[in-house]
């Protein structure tokens, strides 16, 4: 499949992020990063800002998918969210991407506050509040819904971060009992 120029901008983006920093992300290095010229950049993102949105809506976009999926096969939006991901199964190409594009937008946020407007943040917001309705869609009690969200959140973290995995077997038990299972 070949990746459209807006997909190739995005990659270009996330190897800049995920390789030299949020400091390294301007116009010009996406672009040529991307092999488009600055204008060609321009015409599928107006701004800086609008690159970074683009970038949350597709890990929004990925991780929908991931969802899809993972309901279709029969895992509830609170497994799906408790997963932990795996960045070394390289031979599941969807979650690779997800978790890439996860860590990328990781690392505009340290420089979100200073450096972006509102959209950024708008798109960060949307993301969260969708998954959010999954959990809430699926989980009667809303204090357990947050629980749910709020471990999800750290397990991810903690990956995203290099941290050491959770035991597997202890985790497992974790998301057995907030499952009520």
């Known amino acids: ?15 800049l992020l995920l390789e030299k920093g949020m400091s390294q992300v301007t116009l010009e290095n996406v672009a040529a990063h991307a092999g488009v010229s600055k204008g060609g950049l321009l015409y599928h993102f107006k701004s800086k800002d609008a690159l ?6 597709r890990l929004t976009e990925r991780a929908e998918h991931q969802l899809q999926d993972a309901t279709t096969r029969g895992t509830s939006v609170s497994e799906w969210y408790l997963q932990t991901p795996n960045p070394d199964n390289a031979a599941d190409a969807v979650e690779l991407a997800l978790y890439r594009s996860m ?11 200073a450096e972006t407007d509102d959209e950024v943040q708008q798109a960060l917001t949307e993301m969260m509040a969708a998954w959010s309705v999954g959990l809430d869609g699926e989980i009667e009690d809303p204090v357990q819904a947050d629980i749910v969200r709020l471990v999800g959140d750290g397990v991810y973290l903690r990956a995203l971060l290099g941290l050491p995995p959770i035991d597997p ?13």
Do not use: W
């Not at 459209?4 to 270009?12: F, H, S, V």
């Not at 970074?52 to 809506?57: D, I, K, P, S, Y």
């Open 1 to 15: 499949m070949t990746a459209t120029t807006r997909d190739r901008i995005l990659d270009a983006l996330e190897s």
């Open 52 to 57: 970074l949105a683009g970038l949350v809506r």
């Open 103 to 113: 860590l990328a937008t990781m690392r505009t946020i340290d420089a979100s506050a």
């Open 169 to 181: 077997a202890r985790y497992r038990r974790v998301v057995d009992r907030l499952l009520g299972r």
